[in-house]
Nanobody, 124 residues
Framework: QVQLVESGGGLVQAGGSLRLSCAAS????????MGWFRQAPGKERDFVAA????????NYADSVKGRFTISRDNAKNTGYLQMNSLKPEDTAVYYC?????????????????WGQGTQVTVSS
């Protein structure tokens, strides 16, 4: 199993940047694909980005392409989500997730392990 803890959320003005971190416990972080999802009040949890075990493959939701960058440092057991040019519609609780499937996945149901979430609020 792996335990995930997100950090780095906060309040930022539109156009600003934040970097979220996802710290993983255990020695097998590199065995997991990693994803970021977000959930706004009253809405479903939506896919944001995913990265493969080695970091060699990534995938992004259309709404964040060109603004967000997912990355990972397996030596530090940590994943990241760099968010630039933030918009009010990016406001949500952001969750990282881990999955031991074959390829990176944008489906919520594919991820077995989840962090507790970190709030991101973008003011206009």
């Amino acid at each position: 199993q792996v335990q995930l803890v997100e950090s780095g959320g906060g309040l930022v003005q539109a156009g600003g940047s934040l970097r979220l971190s996802c710290a993983a416990s255990g020695r097998t972080f590199s065995s997991y694909n990693m994803g970021w999802f977000r959930q706004a009040p009253g809405k479903e949890r939506d896919f944001v980005a995913a990265i493969s075990r080695s970091g060699g493959s990534t995938n992004y939701a259309d709404s964040v392409k060109g603004r967000f960058t997912i990355s990972r440092d397996n030596a530090k057991n940590t994943g990241y989500l760099q968010m630039n040019s933030l918009k009010p519609e990016d406001t949500a609780v952001y969750y990282c997730a881990a999955d031991r499937g074959v390829g990176i996945n944008s489906a919520y149901s594919a991820y077995a392990y989840w962090g507790q979430g970190t709030q991101v609020t973008v003011s206009s």
